[in-house]
């Protein structure tokens, strides 16, 4: 079990160019979660899959933000036409669906820098 | 609604205590605890669910008071290796959201 790989680790692109990140979880865990996180701020959610089901997207997120999971397995965030605001390290998370007894298991996030 | 963290930053030498709060304004349904290392992801810490049971990890333990709302995060004799960044995460909801809300953190020091 290598852990939650996330790619790349650092991206730099310009203004209203579109970006795509992926997330690959432990295999063994069926939930997958994306948060984005901002320097002094905690993690902040975007959206989670059960299995291959998107379950949930924040209210907070515009329509340039699509996540997909097909099969199941790795995960893909997109996000069209960046903007500077979305400059931000962007975080991938596992875990088992027994939320009782399991917490997350995180990524080493990619680090999106919008110029 | 964003849990708030208290203190924002401790600083401890070597050896001494420090206990973390975290309160929200939202019935709970469970609290998690991370810590973050500079530059590294969130490390799950531990869990604790509606119900006031506390847990130890250590010399890391935490508590949960479901009335109030509030979880403390208790850190005993610390190591240098506690250094980091905690953050307490928040399920709201009597049957849960499905999904954490976390604080702004706290930012742990300790020095030799």
């Known amino acids: 079990d290598t852990g939650v790989s996330q790619n790349p680790r650092h991206k730099i692109t310009k203004r209203g160019q579109n970006v795509t990140f992926r997330c690959d979880p432990i295999?063994?865990?069926?939930?997958l979660y994306w948060y984005r996180q901002t320097l002094g701020q905690g993690p902040e959610f975007l959206t989670y899959?059960?299995?291959?089901?998107?379950?949930?997207k924040s209210r907070l997120l515009s329509d340039r933000f699509s996540a997909e999971r097909p099969k199941g397995s790795f995960s893909t965030l997109e996000i069209q036409r960046t903007e500077q605001g979305d400059s931000a390290m962007y975080l991938c998370a596992s875990s088992f669906s027994d939320r009782k007894n399991y917490g997350y298991t995180f990524g080493s996030g990619t680090r999106l820098t919008v110029v | 609604q964003q849990p708030v963290q208290s203190p924002q930053a401790v600083i401890l030498r070597e050896g001494e205590d420090a206990v973390i709060n975290c309160s929200s304004s939202?019935?709970?349904?469970?609290v998690h605890w991370y810590r973050q290392k500079h530059g590294e992801a969130p490390v799950f810490l531990m869990i604790l669910l509606k119900g006031g049971e506390q847990k130890g990890h250590e010399k890391i333990s935490a508590s949960f008071n479901e009335k109030k709302q509030q979880s403390s995060l208790y850190l005993t004799a610390s190591q240098l290796s506690y250094s980091g960044t905690y953050f307490c995460?928040?399920?709201?909801?009597?049957?849960?959201?499905?999904?954490?809300?976390f604080g702004k953190g706290t930012k742990l020091t300790v020095n030799p």
């Open positions: 295999s063994e865990h069926n939930r």
């Open positions: 899959f059960q299995n291959e089901a998107q379950l949930e």
């Open positions: 939202k019935a709970l349904y469970s």
């Open positions: 995460g928040t399920e709201e909801g009597q049957g849960g959201s499905e999904k954490l809300v």
